[in-house]
């Protein structure tokens, strides 16, 4: 059974950094993310990244968040530097598959940051 893992959540204040951990279990993926969701929005991309390194970004952490992979881990990391208020959500690990097309999701973990 596919599990996804996180780790790495929790407080810190404006313009300090966290990084954020999800190790996938059971087969590899051909892509995997992070997605984010503040009280009241909508679910958003954060990064993705393929298997072979290819990565994209929401305009809105370009040049502050990286997202890197260890595929003999299978897992992945989100390092997000210089954190503001507006960071403050869960954020969610996908991991995609593409043939068989399989779709999984973490359970979050809560990023906080005050001002």
């Known amino acids: 059974q596919v599990q996804l893992v996180e780790s790495g959540g929790g407080l810190v204040q404006a313009g300090g950094s966290l990084r954020l951990s999800c190790a996938a279990s059971?087969?590899?993926?051909?892509?995997m993310g992070w997605y984010r969701q503040a009280p009241g929005k909508q679910r958003e991309l954060v990064a993705t990244?393929?298997?072979?390194?290819?990565?994209n970004y929401a305009d809105f952490v370009k040049g502050r968040f990286t997202i890197s992979r260890d595929n003999a881990k299978n897992t992945v990391y989100l390092q997000m530097n210089s954190l503001k208020p507006e960071d403050t959500a869960v954020y969610y690990c996908?991991?995609?598959?593409?043939?068989?097309?399989?779709?999984?999701w973490g359970q979050g973990t809560q990023v906080t940051v005050s001002s």
């Open positions: 059971a087969i590899m993926f051909n892509t």
């Open positions: 996908n991991a995609e598959r593409w043939y068989p097309w399989s779709n999984y």
């Open positions: 990244i393929t298997s072979g390194g290819n990565t």
